[in-house]
Every structure is written in structure tokens, then in C-alpha cells.
């Protein structure tokens, strides 16, 4: 058929989107924790898509009802389905999801965890991640306990090169990283070292991750840490969040 001759027309679906992430070995899969992503570059979710300028874990926008409902009716019906279709899926399977008026639309899957969703995550992780990589490589996810959490919010902030996702400069030096701070840590991204320098090398360049009581203190962690880091085009958005903040939903995700 020629291309453009056949359109097709789908349901706009009007929502709020967050993260559902699950780890596989192909026969059961296992919950991450929830989050939700900001995949606009300015605050107050303005301007062009990025591949996300922060996240944070958990997210009241999937409380325990909406995350059980996912679970079977998203995640584990599609891990069956693929077995079934002879393509078995093993590893991290990420969900994209719109909720709308409390039920799940998945917009997405992608294999792998999201990125920066996987930072604040995995600063919430209690157990041992690699016992569960390594189970979902050798089928044996079912013969482990479910993952637990730190009841602790987690949120990681994108600090970009000016002008992503667009045109940016590069090999700026960064300063600030020697800090030691036991509420943060920071995941490079577009960073190389040249002459014992680290050196900006990408538009999103780190994820300054940090944890906290509350999603509050996470969120005031997060962004004393950054104060500390500098260079010359250094750019993050100022309301990661902020969205999360307000009544508390219980949640052992
Ligand atoms: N943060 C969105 C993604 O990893 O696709």
C-alpha cells in the first residue's frame, strides 16, 4: 500500500501520566516502585519533550487500587501473552500510563527501566538488585521475595546543558562534584573526564538524586545539592515535584 494512503485515527486520551515499571523473567514479573516523570524542558510543564528532566518515587497518581489493576490487567497479561506468542520478554519492562479518571491507559512500553525514573527508584531500592537481575536471566523471580521499599521519597533532578533538547554547547568544566552528602547522590549522564576534569559532553549531563522524610525534604535535598554544582550553561528546571506535593496517598510501593 502506498505510504500516507491508509491514516489511522486514535482516541485522545486527556489524563495524568506516570511510570509503571515491573522486572520479568518471563513467566512472573515483580513491581518496581511507582513514579512519574517531567518530559517538558521548562517548569510548569512548558516547551518541547525531552527524554525527562526529573522524576520522583512514589507518586500518588497510582495508589495501591491502580497499581494492583496495572499489575494483573497491564503487566502480567502482557508477560503471559508474549510466552504464549513464543516471544518470551526478561529484563524491565516499562509501562507508560495515562490515568484517567482512575483507570490505566498504557500510551507506551519500552524494554528497559525509565530514565530518569530508574534513579529515584533505585535510591528507594531495600533489596539487592542483582539478586533480581540475576533471577529474572535464570527464571527463578518467584523463588525470591516481593522488592521492598524505603518508606522515603526519592526525586532526582535533570541538570541539563542550556539549549537542550535543542542546540547546547559541550566540554564545559563541572565543578562541585566532590561534595559528600549522604541524603544525595549523582548519576552522570553526558560527562566524560579528560585530564582528571569532568567535562559536560551531552544535553542531559547528570541526575542529582536525593531522598527524604517526605517528598518535601526529598525535593529541598535535591536542590541543595545542586546549588553546589556549577558550569558556565549549567540549566535544571526549578518545580520537579512539585506536581507530587499534596495529600499523601499510603502506598508500599
Ligand atoms: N523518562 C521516559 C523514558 O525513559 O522513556
Given amino acids: 500500500m502506498r505510504s500516507g494512503a491508509r491514516i489511522i485515527l486514535e482516541e485522545r486520551i486527556d489524563g495524568v501520566e506516570a511510570s509503571y515499571i515491573a522486572i520479568s523473567d518471563g513467566t512472573v514479573a515483580y513491581p518496581m516502585a511507582t513514579s512519574q516523570d517531567h518530559k517538558r524542558v521548562y517548569d510548569g510543564d512548558r516547551g518541547p519533550n525531552t527524554g525527562g528532566m526529573g522524576a520522583y518515587s512514589p507518586t500518588g497518581v497510582i495508589d495501591d487500587t491502580l497499581a494492583q489493576d496495572i499489575q494483573k490487567n497491564v503487566i502480567e497479561k502482557t508477560i503471559s501473552c508474549m510466552k504464549k506468542e513464543g516471544t518470551t520478554f526478561c529484563g524491565f519492562l516499562y509501562a507508560g500510563i495515562m490515568v484517567k479518571d482512575g483507570k490505566p491507559f498504557v500510551l507506551e512500553f519500552n524494554a528497559r527501566m525509565g530514565d530518569p525514573e530508574c534513579q529515584p527508584i533505585l535510591m528507594r531500592m531495600d533489596s539487592d538488585l542483582v539478586d533480581y537481575i540475576q ?96 558550569w558556565p550553561s549549567k540549566y535544571c528546571r526549578t518545580d520537579i515535584g512539585k506536581k507530587g506535593l499534596g495529600p499523601s496517598v499510603d502506598s508500599d510501593m
Fill in 135 to 230: 533471577a529474572s536471566i535464570d527464571g527463578t523471580l518467584s523463588s525470591l521475595p516481593k522488592i521492598s521499599w524505603k518508606r522515603q521519597s526519592a526525586v532526582c533532578v535533570v541538570l541539563a546543558s542550556k539549549g537542550y533538547p535543542e542546540s547546547y554547547p559541550k566540554n564545559e568544566e563541572i565543578l562541585g562534584l566532590d561534595v559528600q552528602d549522604s541524603n544525595s547522590y549523582v548519576f552522570h549522564a553526558g560527562t566524560k573526564r579528560v585530564d582528571g576534569k569532568v567535562l559536560t559532553n551531552g544535553g542531559r549531563v547528570l541526575g542529582v538524586t536525593a531522598t527524604g522524610d517526605t517528598l518535601q525534604d526529598a525535593i529541598s535535598n535535591a536542590y541543595v545539592r545542586i546549588e553546589k554544582i556549577n
